[in-house]
């Protein structure tokens, strides 16, 4: 038995962002919030919360940040998160899986995010398709979307 077979989660990330603790859906705003701004990897790219006492460890489904929205304004693309911070995406850090749904790196390159449906669709307006590669131009530059293995 490895090492992380042996943490015990007290949380969990579902693919669509949300957060439990000991099986209850953290529905408070504020300690939603708390928790994305103080979620953490260690270099084994575990994800935990620190809050003093010591590593919580929490189990992700997919990716703990979602995109929640897409707006494109002049050439450049900005993404609202489940964590309701805004930022420029990074078109080179784009990705795609087997599914067709987006990921992008976020938060200096950190952590990735997954798209949700609603952001799914925005983002596709802008995307074209070539065999079966998806891509996006920007400032005359074409961003491949790269594959992810399943």
């Keep these: 038995m490895n090492k992380s ?10 693919k ?7 099986g209850i859906k953290i529905q408070h705003r504020l300690t939603y919030l708390y928790n994305n701004k103080h979620l953490q990897r260690d270099d084994k790219g575990r ?11 929490i189990k992700v489904e997919d990716t703990p940040f979602v ?3 897409v ?11 489940n ?10 850090t784009l990705s795609i899986n087997d599914e067709n749904v987006p990921y992008a790196k976020i938060k200096d390159g ?3 995010a997954r798209f949700t449906r609603p952001a799914y669709y925005e983002f596709m307006k802008y995307l074209k ?16 979307l790269k594959r992810i293995p399943s």
Excluded: C, P
Aim: proline fraction near 0%; hydrophobic fraction near 30%; charged fraction near 40%.
């Design 47 to 57: 994800y935990f919360l620190d809050e003093g006492s010591g590593k919580l460890y």
């Design 83 to 92: 964590d309701e911070t805004k930022e420029k995406l990074d078109l080179k």
């Design 110 to 112: 950190v952590f990735e």
């Design 71 to 81: 707006d494109k304004q002049g050439e450049d693309f900005s993404i609202i998160l």
């Design 5 to 14: 077979e042996d943490i015990n989660y007290r949380f969990l990330i579902d």
């Design 129 to 144: 398709k070539e065999d079966d590669d998806y891509y996006i131009v920007s400032k005359a530059e074409k961003h491949l």
């Design 67 to 69: 995109v929640k929205m």
């Design 16 to 22: 669509r962002g949300n957060w439990f603790q000991d």
